[in-house]
Protein backbone atom coordinates (compact mmCIF):
# COMPACT_ATOMS: atom_id res chain seq x y z
CA UNK A 1 0.00 0.00 0.00
CA UNK A 2 1.28 3.28 -1.27
CA UNK A 3 2.85 5.40 1.78
CA UNK A 4 2.37 2.32 4.42
CA UNK A 5 4.98 1.78 7.59
CA UNK A 6 4.54 -1.89 6.53
CA UNK A 7 5.27 -4.72 3.84
CA UNK A 8 3.67 -7.30 5.32
CA UNK A 9 0.20 -6.98 7.01
CA UNK A 10 -0.27 -9.23 9.99
CA UNK A 11 -3.58 -12.03 9.31
CA UNK A 12 -6.99 -10.75 10.08
CA UNK A 13 -5.89 -7.03 10.55
CA UNK A 14 -7.34 -4.26 9.04
CA UNK A 15 -4.33 -2.04 8.72
CA UNK A 16 -4.38 0.49 5.82
CA UNK A 17 -8.47 0.21 5.36
CA UNK A 18 -8.93 3.38 7.41
CA UNK A 19 -5.70 5.04 5.54
CA UNK A 20 -1.84 4.74 5.23
CA UNK A 21 -1.47 7.19 8.28
CA UNK A 22 -4.48 6.12 10.68
CA UNK A 23 -4.05 5.96 14.42
CA UNK A 24 -7.51 5.63 15.38
CA UNK A 25 -8.65 2.57 14.48
CA UNK A 26 -12.01 1.75 14.50
CA UNK A 27 -12.81 4.98 16.19
CA UNK A 28 -13.27 5.80 12.95
CA UNK A 29 -16.80 4.26 12.64
CA UNK A 30 -17.93 6.85 15.06
CA UNK A 31 -19.09 8.85 11.99
CA UNK A 32 -21.41 12.03 12.62
CA UNK A 33 -24.48 9.67 11.85
CA UNK A 34 -23.91 6.74 14.33
CA UNK A 35 -23.14 9.55 16.86
CA UNK A 36 -26.84 11.11 16.04
CA UNK A 37 -28.77 7.68 16.39
CA UNK A 38 -26.86 7.57 19.75
CA UNK A 39 -28.50 10.31 20.97
CA UNK A 40 -31.77 9.35 20.00
CA UNK A 41 -30.81 6.46 22.81
CA UNK A 42 -31.45 8.93 25.29
CA UNK A 43 -35.05 8.32 26.25
CA UNK A 44 -34.92 8.93 30.13
CA UNK A 45 -32.03 11.86 30.64
CA UNK A 46 -31.02 8.98 33.59
CA UNK A 47 -26.66 9.24 33.68
CA UNK A 48 -24.58 6.80 35.07
CA UNK A 49 -20.63 7.24 36.21
CA UNK A 50 -18.91 4.22 34.82
CA UNK A 51 -15.62 4.80 37.00
CA UNK A 52 -14.48 3.10 39.89
CA UNK A 53 -13.01 5.58 42.26
CA UNK A 54 -9.58 5.73 40.89
CA UNK A 55 -8.12 4.29 44.46
CA UNK A 56 -9.63 1.15 43.22
CA UNK A 57 -8.12 -1.53 43.35
CA UNK A 58 -6.34 -0.86 46.38
CA UNK A 59 -3.03 -2.26 46.74
CA UNK A 60 -0.69 -3.75 43.73
CA UNK A 61 -2.00 -7.37 43.96
CA UNK A 62 -3.81 -7.06 40.64
CA UNK A 63 -0.99 -5.86 38.87
CA UNK A 64 2.86 -5.45 40.89
CA UNK A 65 3.63 -3.07 38.29
CA UNK A 66 0.43 -0.73 39.01
CA UNK A 67 0.17 1.07 41.85
CA UNK A 68 -2.61 3.88 44.15
CA UNK A 69 -2.51 6.61 43.21
CA UNK A 70 -0.67 9.71 45.33
CA UNK A 71 -2.63 13.10 45.69
CA UNK A 72 -1.24 15.54 47.91
CA UNK A 73 -1.05 19.61 47.77
CA UNK A 74 1.30 21.18 45.53
CA UNK A 75 4.25 23.03 47.15
CA UNK A 76 5.77 26.69 46.96
CA UNK A 77 9.26 27.67 48.34
CA UNK A 78 8.81 27.03 51.64
CA UNK A 79 4.97 26.37 52.03
CA UNK A 80 2.10 24.01 50.62
CA UNK A 81 -0.41 25.24 48.84
CA UNK A 82 -3.43 23.36 51.40
CA UNK A 83 -5.39 26.36 53.03
CA UNK A 84 -2.61 28.81 51.69
CA UNK A 85 -3.75 32.60 52.90
CA UNK A 86 -2.43 34.84 49.96
CA UNK A 87 -2.16 37.53 52.88
CA UNK A 88 1.04 35.77 53.84
CA UNK A 89 2.51 37.21 49.77
CA UNK A 90 0.18 40.26 49.32
CA UNK A 91 -0.99 42.27 52.16
CA UNK A 92 -4.65 42.89 53.07
CA UNK A 93 -5.66 39.70 50.60
CA UNK A 94 -8.85 37.59 51.62
CA UNK A 95 -7.96 34.69 49.34
CA UNK A 96 -7.49 31.03 50.72
CA UNK A 97 -5.84 28.67 47.90
CA UNK A 98 -5.21 24.58 47.93
CA UNK A 99 -4.15 22.90 44.99
CA UNK A 100 -2.87 19.54 44.25
CA UNK A 101 -1.02 17.03 42.25
CA UNK A 102 -1.57 13.25 41.63
CA UNK A 103 1.12 10.97 40.79
CA UNK A 104 -1.20 7.91 38.32
CA UNK A 105 -0.25 5.23 37.25
CA UNK A 106 -2.59 5.44 34.40
CA UNK A 107 -3.81 2.05 33.84
CA UNK A 108 -4.16 1.40 37.50
CA UNK A 109 -8.19 2.15 37.48
CA UNK A 110 -10.88 2.47 35.18
CA UNK A 111 -9.11 3.07 32.30
CA UNK A 112 -8.59 2.89 28.40
CA UNK A 113 -5.87 1.44 26.84
CA UNK A 114 -4.44 3.59 24.01
CA UNK A 115 -3.56 1.59 20.70
CA UNK A 116 -0.05 1.73 21.71
CA UNK A 117 -0.61 -0.49 24.83
CA UNK A 118 0.18 -3.82 23.04
CA UNK A 119 2.10 -4.38 19.67
CA UNK A 120 3.77 -7.51 18.54
CA UNK A 121 7.05 -8.91 17.11
CA UNK A 122 6.04 -8.80 13.75
CA UNK A 123 8.27 -8.93 10.66
CA UNK A 124 6.59 -5.21 9.31
CA UNK A 125 9.00 -4.30 6.76
CA UNK A 126 10.01 -7.53 5.20
CA UNK A 127 13.37 -7.91 6.64
CA UNK A 128 12.67 -10.94 7.84
CA UNK A 129 13.64 -10.22 11.43
CA UNK A 130 10.67 -9.75 13.47
CA UNK A 131 10.40 -6.34 15.71
CA UNK A 132 7.96 -4.28 18.22
CA UNK A 133 5.46 -2.68 15.94
CA UNK A 134 2.09 -1.65 16.23
CA UNK A 135 -1.55 -0.95 14.88
CA UNK A 136 -0.63 -0.13 11.26
CA UNK A 137 3.11 -1.07 11.14
CA UNK A 138 3.40 2.57 13.70
CA UNK A 139 6.36 1.67 16.12
CA UNK A 140 6.95 2.50 19.91
CA UNK A 141 7.50 6.09 20.95
CA UNK A 142 10.97 6.91 22.09
CA UNK A 143 12.41 8.51 25.01
CA UNK A 144 10.89 6.12 27.54
CA UNK A 145 13.10 6.19 31.01
CA UNK A 146 15.26 3.40 32.57
CA UNK A 147 14.24 1.49 35.24
CA UNK A 148 17.11 3.11 37.17
CA UNK A 149 15.89 6.57 36.61
CA UNK A 150 12.30 5.23 38.15
CA UNK A 151 11.65 6.45 42.15
CA UNK A 152 9.91 4.70 44.95
CA UNK A 153 6.45 6.13 43.93
CA UNK A 154 6.93 5.39 39.75
CA UNK A 155 8.52 8.81 39.63
CA UNK A 156 10.90 10.16 37.76
CA UNK A 157 12.43 13.45 37.30
CA UNK A 158 8.75 15.31 38.00
CA UNK A 159 9.38 18.37 37.29
CA UNK A 160 11.85 18.10 34.40
CA UNK A 161 10.62 15.32 31.84
CA UNK A 162 7.64 14.04 29.62
CA UNK A 163 8.49 10.62 28.15
CA UNK A 164 6.60 9.62 25.62
CA UNK A 165 6.28 5.24 25.47
CA UNK A 166 2.93 5.91 23.76
CA UNK A 167 4.70 7.65 21.02
CA UNK A 168 2.83 8.06 17.62
CA UNK A 169 -0.14 6.32 18.88
CA UNK A 170 -0.57 7.45 22.47
CA UNK A 171 -4.00 8.36 23.64
CA UNK A 172 -4.79 11.95 22.65
CA UNK A 173 -5.40 10.27 19.29
CA UNK A 174 -8.63 8.95 21.18
CA UNK A 175 -9.20 11.94 23.22
CA UNK A 176 -9.42 14.41 20.29
CA UNK A 177 -11.57 12.13 18.18
CA UNK A 178 -14.37 12.21 20.72
CA UNK A 179 -15.00 8.79 22.39
CA UNK A 180 -18.69 9.37 21.89
CA UNK A 181 -21.18 6.93 20.32
CA UNK A 182 -23.92 4.37 20.85
CA UNK A 183 -23.18 2.23 23.76
CA UNK A 184 -24.44 -1.75 23.96
CA UNK A 185 -24.27 -3.50 27.09
CA UNK A 186 -24.12 -7.46 27.60
CA UNK A 187 -25.05 -8.90 30.95
CA UNK A 188 -22.71 -11.68 31.60
CA UNK A 189 -23.36 -11.36 35.31
CA UNK A 190 -26.59 -11.94 35.25
CA UNK A 191 -26.19 -15.26 33.59
CA UNK A 192 -23.37 -16.26 34.94
CA UNK A 193 -23.05 -15.17 38.33
CA UNK A 194 -19.42 -14.43 39.94
CA UNK A 195 -17.81 -17.40 39.08
CA UNK A 196 -14.43 -17.19 37.25
CA UNK A 197 -16.01 -18.25 33.69
CA UNK A 198 -14.36 -18.22 30.27
CA UNK A 199 -16.47 -16.77 27.52
CA UNK A 200 -16.26 -18.06 23.87
CA UNK A 201 -18.74 -17.12 21.17
CA UNK A 202 -20.95 -19.88 21.90
CA UNK A 203 -21.57 -18.61 25.53
CA UNK A 204 -21.33 -15.20 24.11
CA UNK A 205 -23.88 -15.72 21.51
CA UNK A 206 -26.67 -16.93 23.89
CA UNK A 207 -26.57 -14.77 26.69
CA UNK A 208 -26.82 -12.28 23.45
CA UNK A 209 -29.60 -13.95 22.12
CA UNK A 210 -31.04 -14.32 25.73
CA UNK A 211 -31.40 -10.72 26.17
CA UNK A 212 -31.97 -9.53 22.64
CA UNK A 213 -29.25 -7.74 22.41
CA UNK A 214 -27.32 -7.00 18.78
CA UNK A 215 -24.05 -5.09 18.08
CA UNK A 216 -24.03 -3.57 14.89
CA UNK A 217 -21.19 -1.17 13.35
CA UNK A 218 -19.65 1.49 15.90
CA UNK A 219 -20.84 -0.03 18.69
CA UNK A 220 -18.56 0.86 21.89
CA UNK A 221 -19.33 -2.87 23.45
CA UNK A 222 -19.77 -3.55 27.05
CA UNK A 223 -19.33 -6.39 28.90
CA UNK A 224 -20.59 -6.65 32.32
CA UNK A 225 -19.03 -9.45 34.44
CA UNK A 226 -19.49 -7.82 37.89
CA UNK A 227 -15.93 -7.40 38.87
CA UNK A 228 -16.11 -3.87 39.38
CA UNK A 229 -18.83 -4.57 41.59
CA UNK A 230 -16.69 -6.59 43.45
CA UNK A 231 -13.99 -4.25 43.90
CA UNK A 232 -16.42 -1.64 45.02
CA UNK A 233 -17.84 -4.20 47.74
CA UNK A 234 -13.91 -5.27 49.00
CA UNK A 235 -13.15 -1.11 49.34
CA UNK A 236 -9.90 -1.01 48.70
CA UNK A 237 -8.40 -4.31 50.29
CA UNK A 238 -9.05 -6.57 47.44
CA UNK A 239 -9.06 -10.52 48.54
CA UNK A 240 -6.26 -11.94 46.04
CA UNK A 241 -8.55 -14.97 45.61
CA UNK A 242 -11.58 -12.65 44.30
CA UNK A 243 -8.34 -10.60 41.90
CA UNK A 244 -7.16 -13.52 40.64
CA UNK A 245 -10.44 -16.24 40.21
CA UNK A 246 -13.83 -13.95 40.10
CA UNK A 247 -16.20 -13.20 37.15
CA UNK A 248 -15.99 -13.93 33.46
CA UNK A 249 -13.91 -12.77 30.87
CA UNK A 250 -13.30 -13.83 27.33
CA UNK A 251 -11.57 -16.48 25.85
CA UNK A 252 -9.15 -14.61 23.81
CA UNK A 253 -7.77 -17.91 22.00
CA UNK A 254 -11.57 -18.83 20.94
CA UNK A 255 -11.36 -18.03 16.95
CA UNK A 256 -14.93 -17.75 16.52
CA UNK A 257 -14.87 -15.30 19.31
CA UNK A 258 -11.84 -13.14 17.28
CA UNK A 259 -13.88 -13.03 14.22
CA UNK A 260 -17.06 -12.10 15.99
CA UNK A 261 -15.23 -8.80 16.89
CA UNK A 262 -13.74 -8.67 13.28
CA UNK A 263 -17.17 -9.32 11.57
CA UNK A 264 -19.63 -7.04 13.67
CA UNK A 265 -17.18 -3.74 13.07
CA UNK A 266 -17.43 -3.22 16.63
CA UNK A 267 -15.31 0.03 17.37
CA UNK A 268 -14.45 -0.44 21.09
CA UNK A 269 -14.73 -3.44 23.64
CA UNK A 270 -15.10 -2.54 27.44
CA UNK A 271 -15.37 -4.37 30.41
CA UNK A 272 -15.93 -4.30 34.24
CA UNK A 273 -13.14 -6.90 34.15
CA UNK A 274 -9.50 -6.32 34.67
CA UNK A 275 -8.61 -7.15 30.98
CA UNK A 276 -11.36 -7.82 28.91
CA UNK A 277 -10.18 -11.05 28.26
CA UNK A 278 -8.73 -13.98 30.74
CA UNK A 279 -5.74 -13.70 32.13
CA UNK A 280 -3.77 -15.60 32.15
CA UNK A 281 -5.23 -17.45 28.46
CA UNK A 282 -5.72 -20.76 27.69
CA UNK A 283 -2.27 -22.43 26.74
CA UNK A 284 -1.08 -22.22 23.22
CA UNK A 285 1.91 -23.90 22.04
CA UNK A 286 4.40 -20.75 21.34
CA UNK A 287 4.58 -18.96 19.34
CA UNK A 288 1.56 -17.42 20.71
CA UNK A 289 0.47 -13.82 22.35
CA UNK A 290 0.38 -14.12 25.82
CA UNK A 291 -2.70 -11.55 25.34
CA UNK A 292 -4.69 -12.78 22.52
CA UNK A 293 -7.44 -10.70 22.41
CA UNK A 294 -4.79 -7.49 22.99
CA UNK A 295 -3.20 -8.59 20.21
CA UNK A 296 -6.87 -9.11 18.18
CA UNK A 297 -8.21 -5.93 19.07
CA UNK A 298 -5.56 -3.35 19.75
CA UNK A 299 -2.80 -4.79 17.33
CA UNK A 300 -4.58 -6.14 14.25
CA UNK A 301 -7.62 -3.98 14.05
CA UNK A 302 -7.09 -0.72 15.84
CA UNK A 303 -10.25 -1.40 18.26
CA UNK A 304 -9.58 0.17 21.47
CA UNK A 305 -10.13 -1.98 25.23
CA UNK A 306 -11.92 0.05 28.19
CA UNK A 307 -11.13 -2.61 31.79
CA UNK A 308 -12.07 -2.18 35.27
CA UNK A 309 -15.25 0.24 34.50
CA UNK A 310 -18.24 0.16 36.56
CA UNK A 311 -21.12 -1.09 35.32
CA UNK A 312 -23.13 -3.32 37.43
CA UNK A 313 -26.07 0.14 38.23
CA UNK A 314 -26.30 0.71 34.90
CA UNK A 315 -26.88 -3.14 33.96
CA UNK A 316 -29.27 -3.00 36.59
CA UNK A 317 -31.11 0.05 35.20
CA UNK A 318 -31.05 -1.50 31.83
CA UNK A 319 -32.68 -4.39 32.63
CA UNK A 320 -34.98 -2.78 34.62
CA UNK A 321 -35.97 -0.59 31.43
CA UNK A 322 -36.01 -3.50 29.20
CA UNK A 323 -32.61 -1.66 27.22
CA UNK A 324 -29.31 -2.75 26.36
CA UNK A 325 -28.54 0.54 24.50
CA UNK A 326 -27.72 4.02 25.71
CA UNK A 327 -25.80 7.23 24.72
CA UNK A 328 -21.61 6.62 25.90
CA UNK A 329 -19.43 9.29 26.60
CA UNK A 330 -16.38 8.12 27.69
CA UNK A 331 -13.09 10.45 27.17
CA UNK A 332 -9.62 9.97 28.17
CA UNK A 333 -7.21 12.41 29.43
CA UNK A 334 -5.28 14.59 26.53
CA UNK A 335 -2.13 13.33 27.74
CA UNK A 336 0.07 13.58 24.35
CA UNK A 337 2.08 10.33 24.33
CA UNK A 338 0.31 8.22 27.33
CA UNK A 339 -0.25 4.71 26.54
CA UNK A 340 -3.49 4.33 28.45
CA UNK A 341 -5.73 6.58 30.47
CA UNK A 342 -8.16 6.83 33.16
CA UNK A 343 -11.83 7.53 32.29
CA UNK A 344 -14.62 8.42 34.09
CA UNK A 345 -17.26 7.45 31.40
CA UNK A 346 -21.41 8.28 31.20
CA UNK A 347 -23.91 6.52 30.32
CA UNK A 348 -27.00 8.64 29.27
CA UNK A 349 -30.44 6.50 29.28
C1 LIG B 1 -2.13 -5.70 30.98
O1 LIG B 1 -0.96 -5.51 30.86
C2 LIG B 1 -2.70 -7.00 31.39
O2 LIG B 1 -2.83 -4.66 30.73
P1 LIG B 1 -4.34 -4.30 30.69
O3 LIG B 1 -5.13 -5.43 31.24
O4 LIG B 1 -4.48 -3.07 31.51
O5 LIG B 1 -4.61 -4.03 29.27
Given amino acids: MRGARWVNRPEGSNWGDFGPDDRLGRINLLTPERVRAAAAEVIDGVRHCLSLPLTLPGGSELNPNR ?3 VLRPTRRPGEVNFNFEMRRIQDGRTDVLSD ?8 YSTQWDSLAHAGALFDADGDGIPEPVYYNGYRAG ?3 LGPEELTDSGFADLDERTTSSGGPLGIEHLARAGAQGRGVLIDLRHHLGDERTPVGYDLLAEIMAADGVEVGEGDLVCLHTGFGQRLVDMGGDPDPEVLHGAC ?12 WITETGLAALIADNYAVEQLPARPADPPAPALPLH ?3 LFKLGVHLGELWYLTPLAADLRARGRSRFLLTAPPLHLPGAV ?6 IATL
Fill in 142 to 144: VDV
Fill in 295 to 297: EHC
Fill in 248 to 259: AALDGRDERLKR
Fill in 67 to 69: RPP
Fill in 100 to 107: DLAVLHLQ
Fill in 340 to 345: GSPANP
